[in-house]
């Protein structure tokens, strides 16, 4: 998704049905919106981020997974 202006779509697949939750943050580690949090099924999913009420930057969308791991990703916003 980058770069992107002004939202994008998120896709993330899950081996096992369970809590997801995904959240971005600022470089700073500033939380500044989640996505989801709550139950998914096993298999591929989308969500969007609409970042439109956001200033251009470098944006982290964190991910934790049924599993108990986590992933991150970088997303720049360009307006």
């Not at 939202?7 to 500044?32: H, M, N, W």
């Not at 970042?51 to 360009?78: E, K, N, W």
Request: charged share 15%.
């Amino acid at each position: 998704p980058n770069p992107f202006n002004p939202s994008t779509t998120l896709r993330y697949g899950l081996p096992q049905a369970g809590e997801v939750k995904i959240e971005v943050y600022t470089v700073l580690g500033q939380r500044v919106m989640t996505l989801l949090d709550g139950p998914r099924p096993a298999g591929w999913h989308t969500v969007q981020f609409n970042a439109g009420a956001l200033p251009s930057g470098v944006y982290i969308a964190a991910m934790q997974a049924p599993d108990g791991s986590r992933q991150t990703i970088r997303m720049l916003l360009v307006k």
